[in-house]
């Protein structure tokens, strides 16, 4: 699995860096996550990529198209090569996720605050058709600075949806610093529990809590549960973690050589 | 004069209907379903109605949600709210990825009334049709808004539909059937076209008959669906009158006036008077009132045909 992450950080890399845009930071806080779901949590079918019983994973923080792409295509959504064309004209790979080009895509992003009331509904359809389906909706945390945000905090409670789960990308970083900063959103896990939801605080990079915690979130039942993940901006690159300069610059040529190196 | 219905009474009872028929028709509202009248589906259909409370924002990703999970879901709450207090929502989680979410929205324009201000929709149209993909319809009365919801049922897309709070008279009968894009030729005539939309069309009948005493005989058009907007009524009444006079209880900008005089711009000038709301937001008042005030009665419809057929002949 620690291969896995590797390899989809080095993706990112490689995208972001051939682009000459994106958003580096923020799509290699959350790769341990997105690695747990995509190989070891979700119930889906790359060959059937609209599998009406499938687990839907719903990214929210649609900035970090460049993590969810790399994910498809190591699922085997479409091929790994594509990768290389993301943000260029005609690409099936938008800088940010558009639903109806490619494969897997749940819902067109990059508005920020939508992702979690989207979810609301992908999770009432499971209930109304009785489907067994779990609904996985990645958050940013600066995201959570968006009042619709906590309009569906308030009303996933209130629909008593455990068929949903949230995971907060708690990397402390937004794009004009850092979160404490900006717009603080402490005390950030009380606030969930004020909305009436189950919440885990986990090591966002540590696999093992990752794993734990979103089978413990799959049992709970009667209300929606959050995990609050504890990340590092830019993990596992030296020069960009904690820097909020990665939030929304690609890498250069040497950056992307250097960080390719760091992520042998 | 026909007997006046309510179109807000005609949606809910035209979702009740839907809701039998069909398991997968959802309704969601934000707080307001006693005024839009989706407290009927409400009450037959709890377990697939979702009052989402004063939040409307919420209210329309979540319809997103249930549509890209095969619901159909209709998201009602006043024409002021939506898409004016949810854009973002309508455009990036409905319009772009051009899913069947079905807006109908009530309280359209400023017969709203005592309300004043902040509750009268003067820019939604402006805003609904400015959204690639969307279906933007404005119902006449309450047949052509039991047809056009059920249109909207039965066609996939994302639709807008603009309901007035008044009751209005009916101007067409039980014979008639809604198309879709179409036009409705309400009166023929040969010296102008009348061209109206909503709680303007009865009065544009109106004008047409006080006009046709003297001697000037006016084609009427029911232009209920906006978008996409039947061009070829449009290039053929400018052929057969030469002259247009376009009425709508909205802001002159982006709306009826506005679509019409690209089509003819484009395709066969002609001149036209636009009746609808100048550059201004109303005020409180009873609804006929604010529509004295604001210059939208049969009065300022006959009016401006006058004036249109006048600059006509020097044209």
């Known amino acids: 699995m620690e291969g896995i992450a590797k390899k989809l950080r080095r993706h990112i890399i490689t995208m972001t860096g051939k682009a000459g845009s994106g958003h580096p930071g923020g799509s290699l806080s959350a790769a341990d996550i997105v690695t747990v779901l995509y190989f070891r949590i979700l119930r889906h079918n790359p060959q059937d990529p609209l599998w009406p019983e499938r687990d839907r994973f719903i990214l929210s923080k649609g900035h970090a198209a460049p993590l969810l792409y790399a994910a498809l295509a190591e699922s085997g959504y479409f091929p790994v090569e594509q990768l290389s064309t993301l943000r260029q004209i005609d690409s099936c790979l938008q800088g940010h996720t558009d639903c109806r080009l ?163 | 004069m026909p007997p006046e219905i309510s179109l807000r009474e005609a949606y809910g009872q035209t979702l009740v209907e839907l809701g039998r028929e069909n398991p997968d028709i959802v309704v969601l509202d934000a707080d307001l379903s006693k005024s839009t009248m989706t407290q009927f589906f409400a009450k037959e259909f709890p377990e697939r109605f979702f009052d989402c409370g004063i939040a409307e924002q919420n209210m329309v990703s979540i319809a997103a949600g249930l549509a890209a999970s095969g619901k159909i879901p209709f998201a009602s709450t006043f024409a002021v709210f939506a898409p004016g207090r949810c854009f973002d929502q309508v455009r990036m989680s409905v319009a772009q990825p051009r899913l069947n979410v079905k807006l109908v929205v009530t309280h359209g324009g400023i017969t709203v009334g005592e309300d004043g201000t902040s509750h009268q929709s003067i820019e939604d149209l402006s805003l609904a049709c400015s959204l690639p993909g969307f279906n933007v319809i404005v119902p006449a009365d309450a047949i052509e808004t039991a047809q056009a919801v059920k249109t909207a049922a039965a066609t996939f897309g994302p639709f807008y539909i603009r309901l007035c709070r008044p009751k209005a008279p009916l101007v067409h009968d039980q014979s008639y059937r809604f198309t879709l894009g179409k036009a409705v030729t309400l009166n023929e005539g040969r010296d102008a076209t009348i061209i109206a939309i909503g709680l303007m069309v009865a009065p544009a009948l109106e004008a047409a008959a006080k006009l046709k005493r003297d001697g000037i005989n006016c084609t009427v058009l029911n232009m209920s669906t906006l978008k996409p907007i039947d061009e070829a009524a449009i290039i053929k009444a400018s052929a057969e009158t030469g002259a247009f006079v376009t009425a709508e209880e909205h802001l002159k900008h982006g709306g009826l006036g506005s679509i019409v005089a690209q089509v003819v711009a484009k395709n066969r000038p002609v001149p036209m008077e636009l009746i609808a709301i100048k550059d201004t937001y109303a005020q409180s008042g009873k609804p006929a009132e604010l529509l004295e005030r604001y210059g939208l009665t049969a009065k300022d419809i006959e009016k401006a045909v006058r004036r249109v057929i006048a600059r006509a002949r020097t044209h």
């Not at chain 1, 619709?148 to 789960?165: G, T, Y």
């Not at chain 1, 850092?178 to 966002?204: C, S, T, Y």
Request: contains cysteine; hydrophobic residues 45%.
């Open chain 1, 102 to 264: 490619t494969a897997g895509v749940e819902m067109s992003a990059g508005s920020l605050g939508q992702g979690l009331s989207f979810s609301i509904g992908v999770a009432l359809a499971g209930r109304l058709n009785k489907q067994s389906y779990k609904v996985f909706v990645l958050l940013g945390d600066g995201e959570c600075d968006e009042g619709q945000v906590w309009e569906a905090a308030m009303a996933a409670a209130h629909f008593k949806l455990d068929n949903l789960i949230a995971i907060v990308d708690n990397n402390g970083i937004q794009l004009d610093g850092w979160n404490r900063e900006i717009m603080n959103l402490e005390p950030f896990a009380l606030k969930w529990q004020g909305f009436g939801w189950h919440v885990i605080e986990i090591d966002g990079h540590n696999l093992g809590q990752i794993i734990d915690a979103l089978k413990q979130a799959k049992l709970v039942k009667g209300q929606p549960t959050v995990i609050i993940a504890h990340t590092v901006k830019g993990k596992g690159v030296s020069f960009m973690e904690n820097n909020p300069e990665f939030h929304g610059k690609a890498p250069t040529p040497l950056e992307m050589e250097k960080a390719l190196k760091e992520l042998e």
